[in-house]
């Protein structure tokens, strides 16, 4: 397995994110042998005179993952020789398993996405039913990537799967096979406006976006929403093969330096420079070759950032294939985008914050058509913003004679930031904040007081309040029917006693 294992690293090893290797000279490190003198003494006496007769390869595995525990470091690894497969077989796009991609989620995994034509698909598995048993074993606080483990096996094997959905659990009885994972997702929102989703950046997608971008030119596209929502990074020749689709050749994509400020910088080759306007999506899910990308592009000036903060896993990996068979991810340098911002922990903020999921690809779409803040129309039976319509988004209601809509869905489509802290929700806009307390009927502005209507509502976990709110931030609406439309202009005009 060991000697099969290095040749298929082989060709990955000029392409992958983790194996950017910057020289590291043998022996670096002092008392390298000593220490490895004391640790093989300890390992002979607990093997031989342990009550216990722990088996030696424990030993060496609880050993090296208490090692890595104190670098404090979660993407250094270490790999069985059974996990090291499993991950080549992701790294190459293809593995077995039941075709789901896992989140983190509140003490249970939830599913992320279900791949096409997996075996999770055909039983009906979907995306946010929640992880809660594995073979029958409670998954409750299990490292996510320990659940993985449990969940893959070898082909043709069976795994029980039990899930939550609407609060009731679902039994699922899966046979593993083959999943191919798909990469990218490309479409048109219209004849002007494409959608590009990247999974990932696995071996081929440079080519493949290479494909559908050359494909769109002709067609006269000239702007594009590109999602990297939930796309933890891949290889990084492929996104700077991407990279070179949008910015064209000769354009640095990032620097990776070394704890000695050794830097290696990576460049475009080929490829031109297109669209006239960019978008770019991002979430918490969005790591490493991702943020490298969507961080080039805003450098550049050549993106627009919707969505939550980025991960920040901006550092560099490198994989050592083991004598054993095992492998050993080991991080050795941080990156950095063109513009100098260091990616590690940090992340990238975006643009327009757009918290809410059902709101990110309609406001991406319409800002990629130049529409800055697009009208909203908010119906109790559907709701749109310019020409997109929001699917799974509160709808407003009425009590009395106040009409009530939903605080975060307006907020943020109007450009606004809203945020819960200790018990309030705050609007900001700019350095001015609006604060708001569920069950209050006042709304404090700048340090006044203002009388709303009725009270701030919480209703099924979404802060409601009288439409009359957004009047105190300029912005402008008019009843439609048993709804509202909301206008905002470039800049709000507040009203100011």
């Known amino acids: 397995m060991a000697t099969r294992l290095w040749l298929r690293l082989g060709w990955l090893a000029a392409l992958l994110l983790c194996l950017l290797v910057l020289a590291v000279p043998a022996g670096a490190g002092t008392g390298v042998s000593e220490g490895a003198r004391v640790l093989e003494e300890i390992l002979d006496h607990l093997h031989r005179e342990h009550v216990r007769q722990p088996a030696v390869d424990k030993l060496v595995e609880g050993a090296i993952q208490g090692m890595l525990e104190t670098l404090e470091d979660p993407y250094t690894q270490y790999f069985s020789p059974e996990e090291a497969a499993r991950f080549v077989e992701t790294l190459e796009n293809n593995y077995v398993g039941v075709g789901i991609r896992l989140e983190p989620g509140d003490g249970y995994p939830v599913v992320g996405e279900v791949f096409p034509d997996s075996p999770a698909q055909k039983a009906g598995i979907r995306k946010g039913d929640v992880i809660v048993g594995v073979d029958g074993q409670d998954v409750a606080g299990m490292a996510l990537g320990e659940v993985v483990t449990r969940i893959r096996g070898p082909e043709g094997t069976e795994v029980t799967l039990t899930l939550r959905r609407d609060g009731k659990p ?58 990297l929502r939930d796309n933890p990074g891949g290889l990084l020749q492929s996104a700077v093969e991407v990279a070179a689709e949008i910015l064209g050749p000769g354009r640095v994509v990032a620097s990776a330096v070394d ?9 475009t080759r080929g490829g031109r420079e297109r669209f006239d306007r960019i978008v770019a999506l991002v979430n918490g899910g969005t790591a490493s070759a991702a943020e490298i990308l969507a961080g080039a592009l805003r450098d550049y000036g050549r993106a627009l950032i919707v969505g939550t903060p980025t991960l920040g896993k901006g550092t560099v990996q490198r994989l050592v294939p083991l004598e054993s068979g095992g492998l050993l991810k080991l991080t050795i340098a941080r990156w950095y985008t063109p513009g100098g911002h260091c990616l590690d922990a940090k992340g990238l903020a975006p643009d327009r914050p757009v918290s809410l999921r059902p709101l990110q690809l309609p406001l991406a779409a319409e800002l990629a058509r130049g529409h800055e803040y697009p009208p909203l129309v908010l119906e109790p039976e559907g709701s749109r913003l310019g020409d997109e319509t929001l699917k799974d988004v509160p709808a407003p209601y009425r009590e009395g004679d106040n009409l009530y809509v939903p605080v975060r869905l307006v907020g943020e489509a109007l450009g606004f930031k809203v945020d819960w802290s200790a018990d309030q929700v705050v609007i900001r806009d700019g350095t001015a904040e609006l604060r708001l307390v569920p069950g209050r009927s006042t709304a404090v502005l700048e340090g006044k007081a203002r009388e709303l209507g009725g009270p701030v509502v919480l209703r099924e976990g979404v802060c409601f309040a009288p439409v009359e709110l957004w009047e105190l931030l300029g912005v402008e609406y008019r009843y439609t029917g048993e709804g509202v439309t909301f206008v905002r202009g470039r800049k709000s005009e507040r009203v100011v006693e």
Not at 174 to 190: C, H, N, Y
Request: avoid cysteine; hydrophobic fraction near 35%; charged fraction near 35%.
């Open 170 to 227: 679902i039994v699922f009885r899966l046979e593993r096979a083959r999943v191919a994972i798909p990469t990218m997702e490309a479409r048109l929102l219209d004849h002007r406006t494409g959608y590009l989703r990247l999974y990932d950046f696995g071996e081929n997608s440079g080519d493949e976006v290479r494909r559908v971008l050359e494909s769109w030119s002709r067609r006269g596209v000239g702007t594009v929403v590109l999602d």
């Open 259 to 267: 704890a000695r400020g050794k830097r290696e910088v990576y460049r």
